[in-house]
């Protein structure tokens, strides 16, 4: 998908092993943290952003590598819940040779940050500052993983959701000035009809006829 996009940051993850079943738990997006998306543009998630989401098939990947999965909400072994903190995940580690690789990397701490990949629904853009400020209101979540790269952005997606953003702003005010302009004509004829009744009332002709 051409809009997809990734997150990722350095926001822990923890390991627990309870009666055989090892889980990772950790954050895959906090609420209104501003981040920088490859200096073009700042970055914010509201709150409830993937309430929507939620209720849809997710994936827990490997690097995001849609070959690789180590869990899925369909299945029960993916549970995702938005906190007061953030989007919560936990992943039930399957024995597999991906699942065990990446529960030896976490507990060595060479994988400790959690990443997502998502479409944004709804956004507003505040173009004020001096990079254009991007909230994120509604999102459609695709995939979770747990990461060693914390880098947050992909810089051509990034460009891509500046340039479409500034494109529907453009396309927004075209929209008004032509719905505004159609609506100045409409009150124009309205106003050019109740002209031509008033004169014909007033006409020499009207004035004779009540006259007589």
């Not at 590598?65 to 072994?77: C, F, L, N």
């Not at 500052?129 to 914390?150: F, H, M, N, Q, S």
Request: aromatic share 6%; net charge negative.
């Amino acid at each position: 998908m051409k809009d997809l996009e990734k997150r990722s940051g350095e926001l822990g993850v923890e390991f627990r092993e309870a009666e055989g079943k090892r889980t990772l738990v950790g954050y895959a997006a906090i609420w209104n943290s501003d981040t920088t998306i490859g200096d073009y543009f700042i970055e914010r998630i509201a709150p409830g952003a993937f309430t929507a989401a939620l209720s849809g098939d997710i994936l827990a990947l490997c690097d995001h590598d849609i070959g690789r999965v180590i869990g899925r909400t369909k299945s029960g072994t993916l549970r995702l819940a938005e906190d007061q903190r953030g989007l919560k995940v936990e992943i039930d580690v399957p024995d597999t040779t991906d699942g065990n690789d990446l529960w030896t990397l976490v507990k060595r701490g060479d994988v400790s940050g959690m990443s997502f990949a998502f479409r944004a629904t709804k956004q507003e853009w505040d173009d004020t500052g001096d990079l254009p400020k991007r909230t994120i209101l509604e999102a459609e979540l695709y995939e979770v993983t747990a990461t060693a790269l914390p880098a947050y952005t992909d810089t051509t997606l990034a460009t891509r959701s500046l340039e479409a953003a500034r494109s529907e702003v453009e396309q927004l005010k075209e929209r008004r000035a032509a719905d505004a302009a159609a609506a100045a004509r409409r009150v124009a004829e309205r106003r050019a009809s109740m002209e031509q009744k008033f004169r014909g009332i007033q006409s020499p002709e009207g004035r004779s006829a009540d006259a007589s």
